[in-house]
């Protein structure tokens, strides 16, 4: 699931591009399902999607490790299946039309995929992590009686389900995501049984599935032995104290009150965490590198002032060339890089602008006299307000870059200066 406004099911990419998809169930099948999926990879000749979701990428295990492979293994394709020139993309297309039953066969006789049968009409198709919630339930309350099968390869092995509509007059598809092999299994088993699951209201339509829903569904309700919580506030996330991020959203929504109808187009980062209290700053947040594209077409249509705040790293991933296509046209636009010195929303990792952002900003066309480093500290807000409100007057494309070290990053770097 991704953060936009619809919770995005990449078992339809798969679908889609007509490849193999395979989905863990556990933590020690996505370690062994991506050795699966690189032997299938080369003895197909074509990709193979691992979804993984929320809950488990969340996660972490104990696995068994296997043997190292062959670091040498990778044999790269001597022809021209690659060059997808629209002569040879249709040769392709006609040659993965004919390797789909090799793909249906692979799903079929799957270890990934099987019935665990119980002579019960209630059948379960499980998909991925859905098996662990059912599984779970079937041990909490000592289920008798279900046909389980269990789905982590794909495409669906239809004749599996359709020996489970057989055997069933009712059948639940648990899933998190999208209600995608409800769909197909409707399709599959037509009015042999009765198809239950996320469309139908068992299970609910939106957000992640749990163990309590899935036994919910199963026709068993949980209770917390402690009761439910009362009177717990809310705590979302927000910028750490001490944080840069929280100095240039100080300064910058303190600039934007003086003008009426401002925005401020974020982006992916830790600073998305303006668009919370107690900043509330940003108008939008879309995907990398959206900020400057967005503020720029706001610009262009009228906006004033139209302004983007953007991450080092982002900027450096997505960001460049929307500045470029900005200055070509020489919009109207302040864009804010706050520099933190790293990636710091997965871990720290170098950014890859680290001390050269100044450079990439005026070989790109952005006038000197208008790229500005400023030092987010609180003592320094009357000083950045200054600036913001210069270059939000000054009609073209200009750019802050706000340089303050992330605070965890600063914390690890003096616990390693000390142990030296």
């Known amino acids: 699931m991704h953060s936009s406004q619809n919770e995005q099911d990449s078992r339809f990419y798969g679908k889609f591009a007509l490849i193999p998809i395979l989905e863990p169930s556990n933590q020690q099948e996505a370690y062994d399902m991506m050795k699966v999926a690189f032997e299938m990879s080369e003895k197909l000749q074509e990709p193979v999607l691992l979804r993984v979701v929320t809950r488990l990428a969340h996660s972490r295990a104990a696995v068994e490790v296997g043997a190292q492979g062959d670091e040498n293994a990778f044999n790269p394709s001597t022809g021209r299946g690659w060059v997808l020139l629209p002569g040879i993309a249709k040769k392709q297309y006609a040659a993965l039309l004919e390797k789909q039953p090799l793909m249906l066969e692979a799903a079929e006789n799957s270890p990934y995929n099987r019935n665990e049968k119980s002579g019960t009409k209630l059948g ?151 668009a919370l209290p107690p900043f509330q700053a940003l108008a939008s947040c879309v995907d990398m590198g959206a900020s400057i594209t967005m503020a720029k077409g706001a610009a262009d249509a009228g906006l004033f002032p139209s302004i983007a705040v953007i991450g080092d790293s982002t900027f450096t991933h997505s960001g460049m060339t929307g500045l470029l296509d900005a200055v070509n046209d020489n919009s109207n636009i302040t864009v804010i890089i706050s520099d933190n010195l790293t ?71 003096r616990k390693q200066a000390k142990k030296q």
């Open 124 to 274: 379960v198709v499980a998909c991925g992590i859905g098996y662990n919630y059912v599984k779970e339930a079937i041990a909490n309350f000592k289920i008798d009686g279900i046909n389980l099968l269990k789905i982590s390869q794909y495409p669906l092995p239809e004749s599996k389900i359709l020996d489970l509509a057989a055997e069933c007059e009712e059948i639940l598809v648990v899933e998190d995501g999208q209600p995608v092999v409800e769909t197909d299994v409707k399709t599959i088993v037509g009015d042999k049984a009765t198809v239950i699951g996320r469309l139908t209201g068992q299970l609910p339509r939106t957000g992640e599935l749990d163990p309590d829903s899935v036994s919910k569904a199963l026709g068993y309700e949980t209770q917390s032995p402690l009761g439910t919580a009362k009177n717990l506030a809310g705590r979302p996330p927000q910028l750490c104290q001490g944080c840069g991020h929280r100095d240039v959203y100080t300064a910058l929504k303190e600039v934007a009150a003086e003008y009426e109808g401002a925005r401020i187009f974020g982006d992916i980062g830790c600073y998305t965490l303006g």
């Open 343 to 413: 990636t710091a929303m997965t871990g720290g990792q170098d950014s890859a602008g680290t001390n050269k952002f100044e450079a990439i900003c005026l070989g790109l066309g952005v006038s000197p006299d208008h790229v500005k480093v400023v030092t987010p500290t609180p003592p320094n807000i009357p000083e950045i307000k200054r600036i913001i409100k210069e270059e939000i007057e000054y009609n073209g494309v200009s750019v802050i870059i706000p340089r303050r070290e992330c605070m965890q990053t600063l914390m690890r770097h």
